[in-house]
């Protein structure tokens, strides 16, 4: 199938950020006074939200706080501390496969679940909102990543019709939502998603583990 857009997540695609809201909780629980003990931590998850719940859930649990002021917690603290330092850094490799898809003239734009103005900050101080026709944020708002009316929009946007759009997650969610718009889906690996890898193989038309593997693809399928 023909492609002559790409539409782009940012955390876990091309922003190395997972590993930051995943240790989110662990600030929270240091700030409140409360030791944990790094080596015997069962309720540790995959995401920040999933630890919140097990610990929540378990006899180690000491926070004076419901979950959902821990999550509110957790992204105060991602927004106001994290993503203004300028941290998280890029993926390995994500300006090879932006500058790929540069060269050969591909639109593209950016959909992210990241608040603004962290959005905003990211994307300057990495330097990639100059790939970009547009980017946007997916966070509190409606269309976000659960409906197809965000792809519709984001493909009209650009010039196209979903179906002339390729779409660059690492999200399973939002890989279905993609692909029932009419997009074409690619997957990149990244480690939280891992339990979802059957279905995200299932869901993408392709799989890469790492930028490198994207950017040569990229290249390939652009330069047809």
């Given at each position: ?9 940012m ?8 590993g930051?809201?995943?240790r989110?909780?662990?600030?929270l ?22 630890t ?22 957790c992204?105060?603290?991602?927004y ?7 941290v ?83 999200a399973?969610y939002?890989m279905?939502?993609a692909?029932?718009a ?16 059957p ?19 990229i ?6």
């Amino acid at each position: 199938m023909y492609m002559r857009a790409i539409i782009f997540d940012m955390d876990g695609t091309l922003l190395d950020s997972e590993g930051y809201w995943t240790r989110a909780p662990l600030v929270l629980l240091e700030r409140k006074g409360i030791h944990v003990d790094p080596n015997n931590m069962p309720w540790m998850a995959e995401s920040f939200r999933k630890t919140l719940k097990n610990y929540f859930e378990s006899p180690d649990c000491q926070l004076d706080m419901t979950m959902d002021e821990c999550v509110a917690w957790c992204k105060n603290y991602m927004y106001t501390e994290i993503y203004p330092k300028g941290v998280p850094q890029l993926k390995p490799g994500a300006l090879d496969t932006l500058e790929a898809a540069r060269q050969l003239n591909v639109p593209m734009c950016l959909l992210s679940a990241t608040a603004e103005p962290s959005l905003t900050t990211s994307v300057n101080l990495t330097g990639i909102v100059r790939y970009f026709q547009f980017y946007q944020t997916t966070c509190d708002v409606r269309p976000n990543k659960n409906d197809v009316e965000l792809f519709e929009n984001a493909a009209h946007k650009l010039g196209f019709e979903t179906k002339d759009c390729l779409v660059i997650e690492d999200a399973l969610y939002a890989m279905t939502t993609a692909r029932a718009a009419g997009c074409n889906v690619w997957a990149i690996e990244d480690v939280k998603h891992e339990k979802d890898l059957p279905l995200i193989l299932q869901t993408a038309s392709r799989y890469f583990h790492n930028h490198q593997e994207l950017s040569q693809a990229i290249r390939e399928e652009f330069s047809k």
